[in-house]
């Protein structure tokens, strides 16, 4: 039976599990912070109250929450707090339901995909970072 952080490659599959779960918020993360003046306007574009802080906020949890979930540091309480931006996002940033056509279907297509990323988000809540972390190494798991 295999058993995350206790077999031969666990650890290892928790490390390359992080990365993969992460590169999608740091990719992002990243444009939203050197494009941060089209993403402030982005977020006004949406509708959001206080465009600046929505940007700062979106900014600090893709790409500052993405690193330190890349390194393995705090990754359980990160990993839920990335989970529920990621449903508020879903919620905010994808809403199908008020839709039709194909902006309907891509809406659709991204909300599931904030779905399934919040599953892969909570599952490394429950196993952990793995020894190849910050957490390990500062005793924090």
């Not at 650890?11 to 740091?26: E, G, H, I, K, T």
């Not at 902006?103 to 892969?120: D, L, R, V």
Request: aromatic share 12%; glycine share 12%; charged share 10%.
């Amino acid at each position: 039976m295999l058993t995350l952080g206790t077999d031969k490659y666990g650890d290892a599959a928790l490390l390359v599990s992080r990365f993969l779960l992460v590169l999608l918020f740091l990719i992002f993360g990243w444009d939203k912070l050197t494009g941060f003046s089209g993403t402030i306007g982005y977020m006004a574009h949406e509708g959001l109250p206080v465009p600046a802080l929505a940007a700062v906020i979106a900014v600090v949890m893709e790409f500052g929450v993405g690193l330190a979930l890349l390194a393995g540091f705090l990754t359980r309480p990160l990993a839920l707090l990335l989970l529920v931006y990621t449903f508020a996002t879903a919620l905010i940033g994808h809403p199908y339901w008020t839709m039709t056509g194909m902006n309907q279907f891509m809406a659709e297509i991204n909300f599931y995909k904030n779905i399934s990323i919040m599953g892969g988000l909570l599952a490394l809540y429950v196993a952990g970072p793995g020894r190849f972390s910050l957490d390990r190494v500062l005793g924090l798991a």
